[in-house]
């Protein structure tokens, strides 16, 4: 099971880290990731494996959501099914 990580804020040191490190600790795979500064925020998306994840996907988007109020980003988690069928025309 994949899903689509999304960062978006203020570009400063450590966000690459601070979100990996959440998805290691609960045992998600990065599959591709790609990412810009523009101006001076930064955006990023991730594709994930999540099909060995220690943890309830709710955990993890809590987890996400709460590393990013820490350090000023927008961070969410969708599964790439729902992801794929809301950027679908």
């Not at 994949?2 to 990065?30: C, Q």
């Not at 001076?40 to 990013?68: H, P, Q, R, Y």
Request: hydrophobic content about 45%; overall charge negative; glycine content about 4%.
């Amino acid at each position: 099971m994949r899903a689509v990580v999304t960062v978006i804020g203020k570009d400063r040191t450590g966000i690459i880290y601070n979100v990996s490190k959440i998805l290691a600790e609960n045992e998600v795979n990065i599959e591709d990731i790609s990412q810009t500064v523009m101006h001076d925020f930064f955006t990023m998306i991730m594709l994930v494996d999540m099909s060995n994840m220690s943890v309830d996907f709710n955990v993890l988007k809590n987890a996400l959501e709460t590393v990013g109020e820490d350090i000023g980003m927008s961070i969410r988690i969708q599964h790439e099914d729902l992801f794929n069928a809301m950027h679908t025309i």
